[in-house]
């Protein structure tokens, strides 16, 4: 379906027609009626598959009619991350490029002088707000922001903002709203607790699911069988065939990833870290030296499994197994986003990860293909048989047998 087939505003369209978008996604072409019509959602995409446009453009279309009062909060969009605010933040510039909507992100790791925007900006009465939970929640007790006209309320990421322990935030702020506003959720998945959610705060909500947790095909996904002590050498290996450019090594912990940028700066490659003790300025210089291409491979944790944005990333490179399947399909759907071609994923599973690997496969139903290790190069390796491993589970990104109590 063409956007223009759909009951938006000229001057959405233009801005639409500006930054090229023509083709709506299936995510945006069930949803964005049904927001327009008024009525509460939960919708349930995978990341990579144009959600963000699939609200933000409905609510730029009904506050540019101009029947929102001035000078208050007309719309709020809660993000679970700084990196998922800042993005959606972005878009929201970009597609009101034409429409005089304002908008102020909201979130934290920022130094005074940000505060202090931020804080104009809720008290001027900002037509969409994009904030972190708990950054919000600073600024309403000190009462510089007033959610008693919000007519939008959007939770993104619902599931991961639930895993990152924000439901009390959720709930308070949920509760500072009139009882005619709109409630939005979009999910990558949905568990029970996301359920019981959506049952609790929206108002028969129209419920649409896209693809749940499933990654694209267009991603070729493999992985090695190999010792723990055998990965870095893989890896080393792996960059010394082919010069990396565009690629994503995730680990779980800080001090893997710490240790890996090392090491593989060592090797002269051109690599940067991306964790949660880097300053938010720290943070956000990295992203653009990365975007821009003047950075190669960035090792990272989770923190940016989600809410990155961009395009042409070729490689994802998983140094350990993610604690949840969930997590792994975020992970490698950094790569061939949207429409933009084939990506390559690639997983090291040591011994100790293999029973949780199986789990990602079932979760997947399917066999990820397994790279034949040259012996001869890196020793023997062991077998896949993760049977055999089912006993250890994993603790905060490691590993530990079972212990009878």
């Not at 490179?317 to 969930?326: K, L, Q, R, Y």
């Not at 199986?358 to 293909?369: H, W």
Request: hydrophobic share 40%.
């Amino acid at each position: 379906m063409r956007f223009d087939e759909l009951n938006l505003e000229d001057k959405v369209l233009d801005g639409l027609d500006a930054m090229a978008f023509q083709e709506t996604t299936p995510i945006q072409e069930q949803t964005i009626p049904v927001i327009l019509e008024g009525r509460d959602i939960i919708a349930c995409a995978q990341t990579g598959t144009g959600k963000t446009a699939a609200y933000v453009l409905p609510l730029i279309n009904e506050l540019s009619k101009g029947e929102h009062p001035d000078d208050v909060v007309n719309a709020i969009i809660m993000a679970p991350t700084r990196e998922l605010a800042q993005q959606i933040d972005q878009q929201v510039e970009g597609f009101s490029y034409f429409i005089p909507v304002s908008a102020v992100a909201v979130y934290g790791g920022t130094d005074g002088v940000a505060w202090e925007q931020q804080r104009r900006g809720l008290e001027r009465g900002a037509d969409i707000v994009i904030a972190t939970p708990g950054r919000l929640l600073s600024h309403i007790k000190l009462d510089t922001v007033d959610l008693s006209h919000v007519s939008y309320f959007v939770l993104d990421e619902a599931d991961r903002m639930l895993d990152m322990g924000f439901y009390d935030d959720i709930m308070i702020l949920y509760k500072l709203l009139p009882p005619t506003c709109q409630i939005i959720m979009f999910s990558a998945t949905m568990p029970p607790k996301i359920r019981t959610l959506a049952k609790t705060i929206l108002k028969n909500p129209a419920e649409i699911k896209i693809a749940i947790s499933r990654p694209p095909e267009s991603i070729m996904q493999t992985a090695y069988i190999c010792y723990d002590t055998q990965k870095i050498r893989i890896l080393e290996d792996l960059f010394k065939q082919n010069r990396p450019q565009r690629v994503i090594v995730f680990s779980s912990s800080k001090a893997k990833v710490k240790e890996l940028a090392l090491t593989l700066k060592r090797m002269k490659l051109n690599v940067a870290a991306m964790h949660s003790d880097l300053e938010q300025s720290q943070r956000e210089e990295v992203m653009k030296e990365f975007k821009n291409g003047h950075i190669d491979i960035m090792v990272a944790t989770d923190v940016v499994a989600r809410g990155i944005d961009i395009n042409d990333i070729k490689l994802i490179v998983n140094f350990d197994i993610p604690h949840d399947p969930e997590d792994y399909v975020h992970r490698i759907g950094r790569t061939a986003r949207g429409t933009n071609g084939q990506g390559l994923a690639i997983t090291f599973v040591a011994i100790e990860e293999q029973a949780q690997f199986k789990r990602i496969e079932n979760f997947l139903e399917k066999t990820i293909y397994k790279i034949p290790i040259d012996a001869a190069k890196f020793g023997e390796t062991p077998d896949y048989t993760p049977e055999k491993y089912s006993h250890l589970r994993s603790r905060k990104g490691g590993y530990r047998k079972k212990t009878k109590k």
